[in-house]
């Protein structure tokens, strides 16, 4: 299924976002704050997504959406990388069998070209496995970069033919590696840094953003409803004016 773009279709507001997507930062610094090595707080982290992945489905968010690994993430330690990958093998194989138990479906996306063969096989049984789950759906990003979707979506549509004057935004989106997804109605990043970081660069056109200090390791499920509660208190008009909005939920 593929979902209209923001742009061209004014999507149904519900009090519970139903696509969250969060850039999981401060994993590092949780761990140097603490006199620990960074690894730690890596580690620290993966607990932090099974908390958040049950709280999301307890509070009927039906896509989650976790920024694990960017393109620019190949640009740290070649140690801490390493961790990372290992961290990632470690968690598809702990957390998948309790996903599918609980019909969570888990998707990854991204150029997954670049991890060792193994990994990429851990990758593909895990969704495999759980593709007819109708509860959750769980997203790693992984190896991803909003430039490259864009990019290998294009080429896709290229590839597809017709003439490039006629291509419309949603022939582009449905060649977006989330094209399953409606796009993030929530998007959240923890650790104090305040931009979005090449991520999901297309669908969060029209995203609510809420930025917190609290870093990644202690983000649990008291932190996710002040930012659920941030997101009921905003107005989202894309492109409208207040007394449209106001008219519209009368019609409605």
Same mark, same amino acid.
């Given at each position: 299924?593929?979902? +209209? ?12 976002? %139903? =696509? *969250?997507?969060?850039?999981? $930062?401060? #994993? ?10 960074? *690894?730690?707080? =890596? ?9 958040? *992945? ?23 330690? @070649?140690?801490?990388? +390493? ?7 470690? @968690? ?5 069998? %309790? ?17 060792? %063969? ?6 593909? *049984?895990?969704?495999?496995?759980? /593709? ?10 992984? #190896? ?14 290229? /590839? ?14 449905? =060649? ?41 390791? $202690? ?34």
């Amino acid at each position: 299924m593929t979902h +209209s773009s923001s742009t061209q279709v004014i999507p149904l507001v519900t009090a519970v976002p %139903k =696509h *969250v997507a969060i850039i999981m $930062d401060g #994993n590092g610094r949780w761990a140097t704050s603490r006199y620990m090595p960074r *690894v730690a707080g =890596h580690a620290k982290g993966v607990e932090a997504v099974r908390t958040i *992945v049950e709280a999301c489905a307890a509070r009927g968010v039906q896509f989650l959406t976790l920024f694990a690994f960017s393109s620019e993430n190949w640009r740290r330690p @070649a140690d801490e990388v +390493s961790v990372l990958m290992r961290l990632f093998m470690t @968690a598809l194989e702990r957390e998948v069998a %309790k996903m599918h138990a609980n019909d969570i479906r888990v998707k990854v996306v991204g150029d997954l070209s670049r991890f060792d %063969k193994r990994l990429q096989e851990m990758i593909a *049984v895990a969704m495999a496995r759980t /593709a007819g789950n109708r509860g959750l759906t769980l997203t790693i990003c992984a #190896n991803y970069g909003g430039r490259w979707d864009i990019l290998q979506a294009m080429k896709k549509l290229v /590839a597809s033919g017709g003439a490039a004057a006629d291509f419309t935004e949603e022939d582009l989106a449905q =060649h977006l590696s989330m094209a399953y997804a409606p796009e993030p109605d929530l998007f959240i990043r923890t650790g104090g840094e305040e931009r979005i970081s090449n991520f999901l660069l297309w669908q969060l056109a029209y995203t609510e953003l809420y930025f917190t200090d609290t870093y990644w390791p $202690d983000f649990d499920g008291e932190a996710l409803d002040l930012a659920i509660a941030s997101y009921q208190q905003r107005e989202r008009r894309f492109g409208r004016t207040s007394e449209q909005l106001v008219e519209s939920k009368k019609a409605s």
